[in-house]
């Protein structure tokens, strides 16, 4: 069984930075693709961004390129999200994932276990 648990979310301001953790409990974490997804009230859930297994390969929605990074370290299961330039339009609860399937995917669908998420707000 999987577990995992997101930490770092906050109330901040415009132009501030957060760094949001992940934690995975279980087996075999470096076996896992990780992303992370946000959902904002009223809308659907979206990519934000994945990282391959081995931290080699990344992919980013367009709207964080450039400000946001994700990275992993596996000797501690954990995968990170570095936020940057935060926006108002930023504020949402962010959730992490994990895909056991080769490749990266945006696709909520395909990733098997999840987080319970985070609360980032973003003030002007």
Known sequence: QVQLVESGGGLVQAGASLRLSCVFAGRAFSSYAM?????????????????????????????????????????????????????????AVYY???????????NPSEYDYWGQGTQVTVSS
């Open 96 to 106: 992490c994932a994990a895909d056991d399937t080769p490749g990266l995917s945006d």
């Open 35 to 91: 992303g992370w997804f946000r959902q904002a009230p009223g809308k659907e859930r979206e990519f934000v961004a994945a990282i391959s297994w081995s931290g080699g390969t990344t992919d980013y929605t367009d709207s964080v390129k450039g400000r946001f990074t994700i990275s992993r370290d596996n000797t501690k299961n954990t995968v990170y999200l570095q936020m940057n330039s935060l926006k108002p339009e930023d504020t």
